[in-house]
């Protein structure tokens, strides 16, 4: 062990500067600047996003229907209640109003810079700092920014894509992408063509139908349409499983009465976090939701059975997406929808030609076919000895609790690979990431800490517990999921290996001894400073450990104190 050379110019307490920056103003983004600058000191904190307005996924997605398949009152803070949800499951401009109302609550936006894309992030050894490569989205400008802490969150579903069809850039009606919708276009009494039964697909169909004149529909694969989240109190309401409005009164008596309002938010969360079972393999629970989702399919694509031979899956419920869908079957049974389950052959100049040479002409292509969920991100990430991100989870993307990677110091991430849930609460996940990487970067500035970084056993230590999991679990079984990579029988790379509550009590706290740390001047008992704290140097109030705020009291669990003066009555048994 060697000597230390020189006492740190630092008090105790001083806290070592920051600066952090942020990719994504969306609900991670929103979350980071909350929590970072409300619990550290000495921060500057930057927040970029490519957009004109923040919301991430809320503000991106206008297509017809865009709403959340989980309740609103599950989709939101834990610290920040709205009982003034209009619906059960919200839409997307009231979700969008929901995250600006917070980012005006706690002056968020101050930390943002829209209209920023960011292009390169760089690891430089030699200032241990992140170098960014940064564009001004109007002028095409670019410039340099550096940080000592990059995070990033821009989530996995926003690199929307378009399937790879020959022939649709050849295609002379109009071509949209469910993640770029045109709210200028017009759809009524058209003939629309909608590729895709995923989240988006499911939710455009039925919103679309009553107003075209023709929808084609083309489902390439099986996909279980699930009960609404939280269906028991849809079925308070309707036996449909529709999404409903909540009355005035409703609404009233929960601004007034927050102990009810927490009641009901409770018995929905109850709900939403009592459906781990179901993703284990075998279990009577998944069964019977099999059986139960099987008849529901069936039930409701009745006059068209045809239809259900198709879409019902051979695979369990959960393997991939459970998609509640509301009204979604029923519109595929309407005169004027056809399900067309096979395969395009390509597009020509007035429509689409499938397998069998039938080309079905119409006025609009709707692609709702998804996103790039490969976790490369937009934009190139360096990190130790130039290894891009990219390359090293070419193979598996491979991380420590899905926030932290080895090889990439000072690096965090929401929505990093295995991080997404099977079942649970997304919200309530993201919370506890934006606390965790504040209490890393709050180690950072108390033990004068240059940097950290998982240990590469600690990776594959987690690596390897995710593979084993999901043996166990549906999300193994063989079909085409964004939860894999490598196909319908790839690695599970997209969640969290276990519950919502597991999660929540994983990142409550780090665990130190996981992580690699590099020193200011190399000086690891440089957080014990110079002997001094910063109370012994200036004015601040020197006895406020006898402060109530400061104290740990202890529950008075014994007999009560005598009053001063008396003595206490003694038993026998006590002499």
């Known amino acids: 062990m060697s000597p230390i050379q020189s006492i740190p110019k630092r008090s105790i307490d001083t806290v070592k500067p920051l600066k952090v920056i942020c990719a994504g103003a969306g609900i991670s983004g929103i979350l980071t600047a909350i929590r970072l600058p409300q619990r550290l000191r000495s921060l500057e904190l930057v927040i970029y996003d490519k957009n004109e307005e923040l919301g991430g996924t809320w503000y991106e997605n206008k297509y017809p229907g865009c709403a959340c398949d989980i309740p609103a009152h599950c989709y939101q803070l834990s610290f920040e209640s709205n009982p003034a949800w209009s619906q059960f499951y919200a839409s997307a401009p009231e979700i969008l109003e929901y995250w600006k109302r917070v980012a005006e609550k706690y002056d968020v936006r101050k930390y943002m810079r829209l209209s920023h894309q960011i292009l390169e992030a760089r690891w430089h050894e030699e200032s241990t700092q992140w170098i960014l490569k940064v564009q001004r989205v109007e002028s095409g400008e670019t410039f340099t920014d550096t940080a000592d802490v990059f995070i990033s969150a821009t989530g996995v579903l926003n690199e929307w894509r378009m399937p790879n069809i020959p022939g649709l850039q050849d295609f002379e009606g109009t071509v949209l992408h469910s993640a770029a919708w045109d709210e200028k276009f017009e759809y009524k009494n058209k003939r629309l063509a909608v590729i895709g039964a995923g989240s988006s697909g499911i939710q455009i169909v039925p919103n679309i139908q009553p107003e075209v004149k023709q929808l084609d529909h083309y489902i390439r694969g099986r996909t279980w349409i699930a009960t609404g989240i939280a269906a028991g109190e849809v079925k308070k309401r309707n036996d449909t499983g529709a999404n409903f409005d909540f009355s005035e009164s409703e609404?009233?008596?929960?601004?007034?009465?927050?102990?009810?309002?927490?009641?009901?938010?409770?018995?929905?969360?109850?709900?939403?976090?009592?459906?781990?079972?179901?993703?284990?393999?075998?279990?009577?629970?998944?069964?019977?939701?099999?059986?139960?989702?099987?008849?529901?399919?069936?039930?409701?694509?009745?006059?068209?059975?045809?239809?259900?031979?198709?879409?019902?899956?051979?695979?369990?419920?959960?393997?991939?997406?459970?998609?509640?869908?509301?009204?979604?079957?029923?519109?595929?049974?309407?005169?004027?929808?056809?399900?067309?389950?096979?395969?395009?052959?390509?597009?020509?100049?007035?429509?689409?030609?499938?397998?069998?040479?039938?080309?079905?002409?119409?006025?609009?292509?709707?692609?709702?076919?998804?996103?790039?969920?490969?976790?490369?991100?937009?934009?190139?990430?360096?990190?130790?000895?130039?290894?891009?991100?990219?390359?090293?989870?070419?193979?598996?993307?491979?991380?420590?609790?899905?926030?932290?990677?080895?090889?990439?110091?000072?690096?965090?991430?929401?929505?990093?690979?295995?991080?997404?849930?099977?079942?649970?609460?997304?919200?309530?996940?993201?919370?506890?990431?934006?606390?965790?990487?504040?209490?890393?970067?709050?180690?950072?500035?108390?033990?004068?800490?240059?940097?950290?970084?998982?240990?590469?056993?600690?990776?594959?230590?987690?690596?390897?517990?995710?593979?084993?999991?999901?043996?166990?679990?549906?999300?193994?079984?063989?079909?085409?999921?964004?939860?894999?990579?490598?196909?319908?029988?790839?690695?599970?790379?997209?969640?969290?290996?276990?519950?919502?509550?597991?999660?929540?009590?994983?990142?409550?706290?780090?665990?130190?001894?996981?992580?690699?740390?590099?020193?200011?001047?190399?000086?690891?008992?440089?957080?014990?400073?110079?002997?001094?704290?910063?109370?012994?140097?200036?004015?601040?109030?020197?006895?406020?450990?006898?402060?109530?705020?400061?104290?740990?009291?202890?529950?008075?669990?014994?007999?009560?104190?005598?009053?001063?003066?008396?003595?206490?009555?003694?038993?026998?048994?006590?002499?």
């Open 251 to 575: 609404i009233r008596d929960w601004e007034q009465d927050p102990e009810l309002y927490l009641e009901f938010r409770k018995t929905l969360e109850q709900e939403l976090q009592s459906g781990h079972i179901l993703t284990v393999r075998g279990t009577t629970s998944q069964n019977e939701a099999r059986e139960m989702f099987t008849t529901l399919m069936r039930e409701r694509l009745k006059t068209k059975p045809e239809i259900a031979d198709h879409l019902v899956p051979d695979f369990p419920p959960l393997c991939k997406r459970l998609t509640p869908g509301p009204g979604y079957l029923e519109s595929l049974t309407k005169k004027n929808v056809e399900v067309i389950a096979r395969p395009i052959e390509r597009v020509v100049r007035n429509g689409i030609k499938t397998d069998d040479g039938r080309v079905r002409e119409v006025d609009a292509i709707v692609c709702a076919t998804g996103f790039d969920t490969s976790f490369t991100k937009r934009f190139p990430v360096y990190g130790r000895g130039g290894i891009k991100l990219g390359d090293k989870w070419q193979k598996t993307p491979d991380t420590y609790l899905s926030a932290t990677t080895d090889e990439f110091p000072n690096y965090f991430m929401f929505l990093g690979p295995n991080s997404a849930l099977g079942s649970g609460n997304l919200l309530m996940l993201l919370e506890r990431v934006a606390g965790y990487v504040t209490q890393c970067l709050e180690k950072m500035q108390n033990d004068n800490i240059k940097t950290m970084a998982p240990s590469a056993r600690s990776v594959s230590n987690f690596s390897n517990f995710c593979d084993t999991y999901f043996e166990g679990t549906v999300f193994s079984d063989e079909c085409s999921s964004w939860y894999k990579s490598g196909g319908p029988n790839g690695r599970v790379s997209a969640l969290w290996p276990g519950s919502s509550l597991h999660a929540i009590k994983a990142l409550e706290h780090p665990r130190w001894e996981d992580f690699e740390y590099t020193y200011v001047d190399e000086n690891e008992f440089s957080w014990f400073g110079d002997g001094w704290s910063e109370r012994d140097r200036s004015e601040m109030d020197r006895s406020y450990y006898l402060d109530p705020q400061h104290m740990d009291i202890p529950p008075a669990i014994g007999k009560k104190a005598s009053p001063q003066g008396e003595r206490p009555e003694t038993s026998r048994s006590m002499l």
